[in-house]
């Protein structure tokens, strides 16, 4: 399982410069449109959640006595996650192709959530039932930057 993190972790750094090249603009007033970089920001800060539960899934894959973080914290993890979708998605954007972006990538990432949310709940059990739980999530997890790129054009 370990080279299924590496490749999480690569996700969430692809995701964050796939859409790095968004320029700053001008200064926005408040109540108006957010910034390109607030779009960075807000995904940066998407990707950690998941991220996280990707290197405790990794640690505990490699040794199964590894400490498992406790409920609560694996249930605010979570909830972490859907609160940076929300916010993501509160995201004013002026720029068409971003707000296209970000309504793919949170498609994406809320199809993400549930296999997030059975993974966190396997972290405790046995090696077999973790693998089960924890596969579908990094696999999505592995999907988020295909799903803010934009659909290719024939």
Do not use: H
Request: charged share 25%.
């Amino acid at each position: 399982m370990a080279p299924r993190l590496t490749a999480a972790i690569a996700v969430g750094a692809a995701t964050c410069l796939a859409i790095a090249g968004c320029t700053e603009g001008e200064p926005q007033a408040t109540g108006g449109p957010d910034a390109p970089s607030a779009y960075v920001a807000a995904v940066q800060e998407l990707v950690r959640p998941p991220a996280q539960l990707a290197a405790a899934i990794d640690r505990r894959a490699r040794d199964e006595a590894a400490p498992v973080p406790d409920r609560a914290g694996l249930d605010r993890l979570v909830a972490a996650a859907r609160s940076r979708l929300a916010a993501l998605r509160a995201l004013r954007l002026r720029d068409a192709a971003l707000r296209r972006s970000r309504d793919r990538l949170a498609a994406a990432y809320e199809r993400m959530l549930p296999r997030m949310q059975a993974a966190a709940g396997a972290l405790s059990d046995d090696r077999a039932a973790l693998a089960a739980a924890a596969d579908p999530f990094l696999d999505s997890l592995r999907t988020l930057p295909s799903g803010a790129s934009s659909p290719s054009s024939r």
